[in-house]
């Protein structure tokens, strides 16, 4: 799929989940305060800031695909950039060298990448044998109502994401090398407010990918019918979070 560029700053200001979703990822990390850590679709940086936080003695590699999530990144950093590492790189494709560490981890980046089994060998080789990989993303049955809310409304049948079951993960992070596989699925729903809010988050966050190839009255017509064909104004997310090593 062709990269995507995000509309940073109105993601900024959206009420997002991705924020707990980030502390928890983070918190399991166990981090002591001098690894070099590899935040694999960094976005505006919410989570490369809590990182740097909690590394004073180390070194943050952020990673992604949007050079709007990346300026919004540098914004929201300023003088802590000193130890961050910005990358811009598709994830599809072979990581730049750059993209090494003691740790990885990701916040609602991989349902974005078609091929899981080869991402996963590529953060696999991104690691040393004992590096910590912790990573969440949308799972199987993630945004069904939403979507079948936005079939209603006349959007396009395919679709542009990769949700993937809790076994699939967990066996092709084995197959990539990680051991102490452990992957959970856990049912996380957005409550937004309707109107604006709504609309705003489903153009912004969810139909990016779709909007970019719509004149932009045809696209405000569709995030306009598919927030009036949901029941109630709440974005029905599934999350599949997983913790390995490698081995």
Same mark, same amino acid.
């Given at each position: 799929?062709?990269?995507?560029?995000?509309?940073?700053? /109105?993601?900024?200001?959206?009420?997002? @989940?991705?924020?707990?979703?980030?502390?928890?990822?983070?918190?399991?990390?166990?981090? %002591?305060? /001098?690894? %070099? #850590?590899?935040?694999?679709?960094?976005?505006?940086?919410?989570? =490369?800031?809590l990182?740097?936080?909690?590394?004073?003695?180390?070194?943050?590699?952020?990673?992604?695909?949007? &050079?709007? +999530?990346?300026?919004?990144?540098?914004?929201?950093?300023?003088?802590? /950039?000193?130890?961050?590492?910005?990358?811009?790189?598709?994830? =599809?494709?072979?990581?730049?060298?750059?993209?090494?560490?003691?740790? #990885? +981890?990701?916040?609602? =980046?991989?349902?974005?990448?078609?091929?899981?089994?080869?991402?996963?060998?590529?953060?696999?080789?991104?690691?040393?044998?004992?590096? !910590?990989?912790? $990573?969440?993303?949308?799972?199987?049955?993630?945004?069904?109502?939403?979507?079948?809310?936005?079939? !209603?409304?006349?959007?396009?049948?395919?679709? @542009?994401?990769?949700f993937? *079951?809790?076994?699939?993960?967990?066996?092709?992070? =084995?197959?990539?090398?990680?051991?102490?596989?452990?992957?959970?699925?856990?049912?996380?729903?957005?409550?937004l407010?309707?109107?604006?809010?709504?609309?705003?988050?489903?153009? *912004?966050?969810?139909?990016?990918?779709?909007l970019?190839?719509?004149?932009?009255?045809?696209?405000?017509?569709?995030? &306009? $019918? *598919?927030?009036?064909?949901l029941?109630?104004?709440? #974005?029905?997310?599934?999350?599949?979070?997983?913790?390995? *090593?490698?081995?």
């Open positions: 799929m062709e990269l995507l560029e995000w509309d940073a700053k /109105t993601y900024d200001s959206l009420p997002l @989940p991705h924020t707990r979703w980030g502390a928890g990822v983070i918190e399991r990390l166990g981090l %002591r305060g /001098t690894e %070099r #850590i590899v935040d694999l679709g960094c976005g505006t940086g919410r989570d =490369t800031q990182l740097l936080d909690l590394v004073p003695n180390g070194h943050v590699v952020a990673v992604d695909g949007s &050079q709007q +999530m990346l300026t919004q990144l540098r914004a929201r950093l300023g003088e802590q /950039t000193e130890r961050v590492e910005i990358v811009r790189a598709d994830l =599809t494709s072979p990581f730049p060298p750059a993209v090494r560490g003691e740790a #990885i +981890m990701s916040v609602a =980046t991989f349902h974005w990448v078609p091929d899981h089994p080869r991402l996963f060998q590529r953060v696999a080789n991104a690691l040393p044998a004992g590096g !910590r990989f912790e $990573a969440e993303f949308g799972g199987a049955g993630n945004i069904a109502a939403f979507q079948a809310a936005l079939k !209603r409304a006349g959007g396009p049948s395919s679709s @542009p994401w990769d993937a *079951t809790a076994a699939e993960t967990a066996q092709a992070l =084995t197959d990539a090398g990680f051991v102490d596989v452990e992957v959970r699925t856990v049912t996380d729903p957005a409550v407010e309707r109107g604006e809010q709504l609309e705003a988050f489903i153009a *912004t966050v969810l139909l990016g990918a779709v970019r190839d719509l004149p932009p009255a045809q696209g405000r017509a569709l995030v &306009q $019918a *598919t927030a009036a064909e029941e109630e104004p709440v #974005i029905d997310y599934v999350r599949v979070q997983l913790s390995a *090593t490698r081995a």
